[in-house]
């Protein structure tokens, strides 16, 4: 039984809210508070609909995208717009809330199954880039320049978030811990009673089910969370998806595509990193992270083949056992032999060395010896699972073949992004081609676990006995 004024947990579920979902959780004391303060933050939330929907034509933003021009706008519009423009500048243009007209382009696009043509986009892009927005903060008025539309959808929705949790926390002070959730974005507030902080679980980046598989689970306290990807709302054209995220030089939807999950200390500033990188490859994305973030704000980036990065302090997030394996200190010490085959003439082996998952995606390349570049596809195995997804001339591979004799390599449980891997199933992949000789490969599964574990391999052909042992110890 709770003791008395011991806070109780209230939750509210409503569909329909800014085009998606709703949730409310909090933990309060008194019921009857907590539910007039959630009437309170629904009123908030209505209030901010009517001025920045884009999906009603009755809203101000989309009367000013009409008229081009207004004053004595709501203060609200005015940050919202400039909000925008910060993280338009910010991000070098790859952020930007003036592609209205775009977004309208691909709707009919989606609705005719017609591409827009795209050389007509990218000058439209070009015109919109290079126009001007004015905001006249005393007169409170912004003017837009030609074909500028505002669609500020990549920022509002936490713009909102904030407001109404601000609502929810100043009409109930007493409150323990609060939560406002709206279509996967959210601020939580606060450490609900026994825990240590909200636990929020990150989806999946290539399952679009709200029940599919996570990929994180982290714990949250005073803080936005955003996510951005590229499979739950797309423009379908024929058979082929088109992400809603545009590359805004060329008004065409990204391809190169990352899913990123933000957090920060506002729900506004954890949507439009998220979106911003979202935007960006995943190599553009994560140099853009290490050049501009600081520590208050943490990021999780995921490619395409599934291969994570993620800021430092991430770590710190991340709830309980998840917390505990990724923190572990990993270590591969491997012993491999370079045989002395019986060709004529001999020729010196080219050997790959690389960590993959059990299904066969490459992890981490750890060894790739020869003598020049072009030999390197030689190791077919290796080069259809990893080396064809690199640049060679940005790999080591200049480093020459050995001779027959014993070796030493070690790893040090992370993947090519830096990323430590979780306890699992993995496997050591050795691949050896002699241009006189045979071509040989041998695969050994290992656990990363727990304590210390010894592998031998007797080896085939050109790949000569290895043996190698993998220790993991808790932080």
């Avoid at 309208?104 to 126009?131: D, G, K, V, Y």
């Amino acid at each position: 039984m709770l003791a008395q004024n011991a806070p109780a947990p209230v939750q509210e579920h409503y569909d329909g809210v800014l085009g998606t979902s709703l949730d409310i959780s909090l933990y309060s004391p008194d019921a009857a508070r907590a539910e007039a303060a959630i009437t309170a933050a629904l009123a908030e939330i209505a209030r901010l609909d009517a001025i920045l929907s884009t999906w009603r034509d009755d809203s101000v933003l989309m009367r000013l995208n009409r008229e081009r021009s207004g004053g004595d706008l709501p203060q609200e519009l005015l940050d919202v717009v400039s909000l925008c423009e910060f993280w338009r500048e910010r991000s070098n243009g790859v952020f930007s809330c003036r592609l209205g007209r775009i977004e309208r382009i691909w709707q009919e696009a989606r609705q005719t199954q017609q591409l827009p043509a795209a050389q007509e986009l990218l000058q439209l892009s070009r015109r919109i880039n290079q126009a001007t927005l004015d905001i006249d903060a005393e007169r409170r008025a912004i003017t837009l320049g030609e074909d500028i539309e505002l669609d500020p959808s990549a920022l509002a929705k936490g713009y909102i978030i904030d407001k109404a949790a601000a609502v929810l926390r100043a009409e109930l002070p007493e409150a323990a811990a609060i939560k406002l959730d709206i279509g996967g974005d959210a601020f939580y507030w606060g450490t609900p009673p026994g825990s240590e902080g909200w636990q929020v679980q990150v989806a999946d980046a290539t399952l679009t089910a709200d029940n599919g598989a996570f990929i994180a689970n982290i714990a949250l306290n005073s803080q936005g969370v955003a996510t951005s990807g590229h499979t739950s709302r797309t423009f379908t054209i024929g058979r082929i998806a088109y992400s809603h995220i545009f590359d805004t030089r060329r008004g065409w939807p990204t391809s190169d595509s990352t899913y990123a999950v933000a957090t920060a200390p506002d729900a506004v500033t954890a949507d439009a990193l998220a979106t911003t990188l979202a935007a960006q490859s995943f190599a553009a994305a994560r140099e853009w992270a290490q050049t501009n973030l600081d520590e208050s704000v943490q990021i999780l980036l995921v490619n395409r083949q599934g291969q994570e990065w993620y800021t430092p302090g991430w770590f710190d997030l991340l709830y309980g056992e998840q917390r505990r394996q990724l923190q572990a200190e990993i270590s591969l010490n491997m012993d491999y032999t370079i045989p002395r085959t019986r060709q004529s003439p001999y020729e010196r082996p080219y050997v790959a060395v690389w960590i993959g998952d059990a299904q066969g995606k490459a992890l981490r390349n750890l060894l790739l010896l020869g003598g020049d570049g072009r030999w390197a596809r030689d190791n077919s195995t290796w080069w259809r699972r990893t080396g064809n997804q690199i640049r060679l001339e940005n790999y080591n591979v200049t480093r020459p073949t050995r001779g027959p004799g014993e070796y030493q390599l070690g790893w040090d449980g992370k993947d090519e992004y830096g990323t430590s891997l979780l306890e699992g199933e993995y496997v050591l992949n050795v691949e050896a081609v002699s241009r006189y000789g045979g071509h040989d490969y041998v695969a050994q599964p290992f656990s990363v676990k727990q304590g210390t574990q010894r592998y031998e391999n007797p080896g085939q052909g050109e790949v000569g006995p290895f043996s190698f042992s993998v220790t993991v110890a808790s932080p």
